[in-house]
């Protein structure tokens, strides 16, 4: 997709070796007033687009009459690495961004044997458990709606983890946009250090006074339970609620599947698109990645499909997304609506899965890979981060002293599991990768709400086409909130969902 953001004239996609500039943290100042913008202001920015289009369109010409093009895909990790190493996070998201939008093939890896065949990779769209699909020939087939990286349609819903033919024993499972993915990454690290923090204090305290101690667990005033330990250093986290016992803040997917993103994109890469990372071909139960030879699981004839490098700089260019905005109505009736609909989110306590705001200190994050002897950098996304970059408003102390310390990121949501009810249950506990036990069918993560006005269809399972739908289909530790949407009147109703719709993404222009 050819776009532009923020009405800025500046274009990172496709512009290898065309000496384009990266997107490098420039920042518009128009991203956050676009309302009705002036056709000159528009009209250098459109004829970029135009153009890269174009050459777009050239270069997929070329690709398809010229044989030599037609080797790579994933730029190779040698080179992604010395960009890395040289902090070159402009290139990385260049190559990052073809690597999400790249249509690959089977010479590329796409898909999974038997080996050889001359035919196209067989695509099934219900995955065949750890082995996954086929179920799109590019990351983009599922993340593009509502702009780019974004959500998946209601029908490209994935069916995850099933026997590969049934659609009763797949797990369907809507695709979010991938929004401020860096930062929300940041705000989980620095939760989780407060809660291994406390946990050590409380091995420490029960070993130092010989007796059973009890830590309460929070974080960024967030409450997760508690945890008891023994002077002998038995930890008793069966008071722990929100997060699994290991205290580890998870993100991403929609059962806090994921805590860092480089492991997520391993498992993207092979369950999607049969695209194998070295690590992928270390880790698992016999079998459990296909019946080919080590080097080739998947059976398709390539063997080592990509390297932990590039799973972890595709990490990076995800954690350099931009984060949605608020963007109230103009129009003074719905500007009211607007304010009204935030003071209802509170009463209806919403607000209390759905937290307006989450801080974090410190923009740099560490990106790290799966598998042995892993790749890891560290990016300041202060500096990196595509806009609209999260910043600190220095608003200096209030009345009574209190000053906001950190950056606010105006997430909705609390990075907590809930128990959701029988409303929205699946069948079966979800297993997490890496040992880390599982999270019951009824349990969901708190969906952040940013950016809700261009990523439907809502909920787990995509069953939601409607912001109020999504509302209803509540239930479990929500009840009493949903009641009150529900039992509120058309005018009250009507003001959330005005402030709801307010959650949008930035703007931007796009051609295709
Ligand atoms: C067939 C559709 C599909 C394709 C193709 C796909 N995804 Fe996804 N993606 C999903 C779904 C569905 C989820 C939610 C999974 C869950 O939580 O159970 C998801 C979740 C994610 C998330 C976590 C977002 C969040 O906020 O929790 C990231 C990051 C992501 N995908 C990246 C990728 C990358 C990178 C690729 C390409 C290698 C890719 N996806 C390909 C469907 C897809
Ligand atoms: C007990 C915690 C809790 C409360 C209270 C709560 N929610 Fe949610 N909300 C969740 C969880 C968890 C999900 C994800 C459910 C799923 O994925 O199926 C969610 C999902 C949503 C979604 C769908 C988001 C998406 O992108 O799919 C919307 C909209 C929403 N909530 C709005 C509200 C509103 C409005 C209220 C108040 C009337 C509210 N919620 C109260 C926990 C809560």
Not at 60 to 85: C, K, S, V, Y
Not at 219 to 234: H, M, Q, R, W, Y
Not at 353 to 362: A, E, K, N, S
Request: hydrophobic letters at 40%.
């Amino acid at each position: 997709m050819t776009r532009v953001s923020g009405l800025l004239p500046v274009i990172w996609l496709g512009c290898a070796g065309l000496g384009c500039e990266g997107p490098g943290g420039e920042r518009s100042p128009q991203t956050s007033s676009f309302g009705r913008p002036l056709a000159t202001e528009v009209r250098p920015a459109l004829e970029a687009a135009v153009e890269l289009y174009l050459r777009q369109r050239g270069s997929a010409l070329r690709l398809a009459t010229d044989p030599n093009e037609r080797i790579g895909g994933f730029i190779g990790a040698e080179a992604l690495i010395q960009l890395a190493d040289r902090g070159e996070w402009s290139s990385i998201f260049t190559f990052g961004d073809e690597a999400f939008e790249a249509e690959l093939s089977g010479a590329q890896g796409l898909g999974r044997g038997p080996s050889p065949t001359p035919l196209p990779p067989e695509v099934r769209r219900i995955h065949d458990g750890d082995r996954g699909g086929l179920d799109a020939g590019s990351c983009r087939g599922c993340h593009a709606q509502g702009g780019a990286d974004g959500s998946g349609t209601a029908t490209q819903v994935a069916l995850f983890r099933g026997d590969g033919r049934h659609l009763s024993t797949a797990t369907r499972r809507d695709a979010p946009a991938l929004l401020g993915l860096g930062y929300l990454s940041l705000v989980a690290r620095e939760m989780e250090a407060e809660l291994q923090g406390r946990r050590a204090t409380a091995i420490r305290d029960a070993s130092d006074l010989g007796r059973r101690v009890t830590a309460r667990l929070r974080a960024k005033g967030i409450e997760f339970g508690e945890l008891s330990v023994e002077p002998d250093g038995t930890v008793d986290t069966s008071g722990v609620t929100g997060i699994s016992s290991d205290l580890r803040v998870r993100p991403f997917g929609h059962k806090g599947r994921f805590a860092e993103l480089a492991p997520l994109v391993d498992e993207a890469l092979a369950v999607h698109l049969g695209v194998q990372t070295a690590s992928r071909l270390e880790g698992g139960a016999p079998g459990a990645h296909g019946d080919g030879p080590p080097a080739d699981p998947d059976d398709d004839g390539i063997s080592f499909e990509a390297s932990n490098a590039q799973a972890v700089l595709m990490a990076i260019y995800l954690s350099l997304l931009p984060t949605p905005e608020i963007r109230p109505p103009r129009r003074a009736d719905l500007a009211l609506s607007f304010a009204r609909g935030r003071i209802l989110l509170d009463t209806m306590l919403c607000t209390s899965c759905h937290r307006p705001v989450l801080r974090f200190d410190d923009y740099d994050l560490r990106v790290t890979g799966a598998g042995a002897a892993p790749v890891s950098y560290v990016v300041d996304l202060e500096i990196a981060g595509l806009s609209p970059v999260p910043r600190a408003l220095d608003l200096g102390p209030d009345d009574e002293g209190f000053a906001p310390e950190g950056t606010p990121l105006l997430l909705f949501s609390d990075l907590r599991r809930h128990e959701m009810g029988p409303e929205l249950a699946e069948d079966s506990p979800e297993l997490l990768p890496d040992g880390a036990g599982q999270v019951e069918g009824s349990v969901f993560l708190t969906r952040p709400l940013w950016g809700l006005a261009d990523t439907a269809p809502y909920l787990h399972d995509g069953r939601a086409l409607t912001i109020d739908e999504a509302i209803r289909a509540h239930g479990g530790e929500a009840v009493v909130s949903r009641d009150a949407y529900a039992q509120a009147n058309d005018e009250d109703r009507g003001a959330v969902n005005v402030y709801l719709r307010s959650l949008t993404r930035a703007a931007e222009l796009v051609v295709e």
